[in-house]
């Protein structure tokens, strides 16, 4: 993976030319130490204590920042995109698994450790389904990609009448079913994918108004591969949350808005921050 990051910093680097490069920055899917050097944990990938700073900056000899992707995300939202002009937001990622990333009075907060805004490993559920973490009951492993597929394959094996356009766009293959097809089945109207969407915005809406009654934050950011979905998702997780609001009837509502920066927003925030 280190290899893979320096020759794409090479091939930037070859794209600017002759503009100078001063720095790296790295947005990194997992627990990332306070010095913003090494990937502690990473659930979904290999990384475990991986000292991806000092790996990359031998290859590029160049500085390097890693930093939590969510966290980039955010920053990069908040500097440039959906979370401009707004000093306290929220930044949730739906995509394989749910990051998060959090912004207040315009400080990114890391927490203590460095380790803070872990929204997907908030457990819902006592005993419930396991996360990557290693724990049972995550958000992740309810408001995910993952979790979006997980709930489409369950209900096309247990009606598989009702899901058939489901099994078409998989090739007629529960296994083969992808957050994509589930995606492009609930555009079109189908009600089993569309059921599949207000569950995962149902679990993100619930989370997300407990953390309102956290930290109270004038915004919500979804991005990720999964907000892509737009409405969907965004209209059950609204749904949910102002139902599920301490004191709804008592107190602002945050409001809640997709990525504007899309994919790009956590290579904009990591380079961002590594430049500061």
């Known amino acids: 993976m280190a290899d893979l990051i320096g020759e794409v910093v090479g091939e930037l680097r070859a794209a600017v030319a002759p503009q100078p490069v001063r720095a790296v920055g790295i947005g990194a899917a997992g627990l990332i130490d306070r010095d913003r050097s090494r990937v ?5 990938l290999a990384w475990r204590d991986e000292p991806l700073r000092d790996e990359v900056s031998a290859r590029t000899g160049l500085p390097v920042v890693v930093e939590n992707d969510a966290n980039a995300m955010a920053w ?30 315009g400080r990114l907060y890391r927490g203590r450790f ?11 559920v006592t005993g419930g389904r396991l996360c990557g973490c290693g724990n049972r009951g995550c958000l992740e492993a309810y408001g995910s990609g993952n979790a979006l597929v997980r709930k489409a394959r369950e209900l096309v094996t247990t009606s598989p009448t009702v899901g058939r356009r489901l099994l078409e766009l998989a090739g007629g293959e529960v296994g083969a079913l992808s957050g994509p ?20 915005g149902t679990w993100l809406g619930r989370a997300m108004a407990s953390l309102a009654s956290i930290l109270d934050p004038g915004l919500f950011v979804l991005g990720g591969g999964v907000s ?11 749904a949910e949350f102002a139902n599920s609001l301490s004191a709804r009837q008592h107190r602002p509502e945050a409001r809640i808005v997709t990525a504007q920066l899309a994919a790009w927003g956590g290579i904009v925030g990591a380079a961002d921050l590594a430049r500061s």
Do not use: S, W
Request: proline share 5%; with cysteine; aromatic share 6%.
């Open 40 to 44: 502690l944990f990473a659930p979904n």
């Open 76 to 105: 990069g939202e908040y500097r440039f995109g959906a979370g401009r002009g707004e000093p306290d937001l929220v930044c949730v990622t739906v995509g394989t698994g749910v990051g998060g990333g959090i912004v207040l009075d």
């Open 114 to 124: 460095g380790l803070g805004g872990e929204i997907g490993h908030m457990q819902l």
């Open 181 to 200: 097809a589930v995606t492009e089945a609930a555009r079109e109207g189908d009600p089993l994918a569309v059921k599949c969407f207000e569950d995962v």
């Open 228 to 238: 892509e979905a737009g409405d969907l998702l965004l209209a059950p997780a609204r």
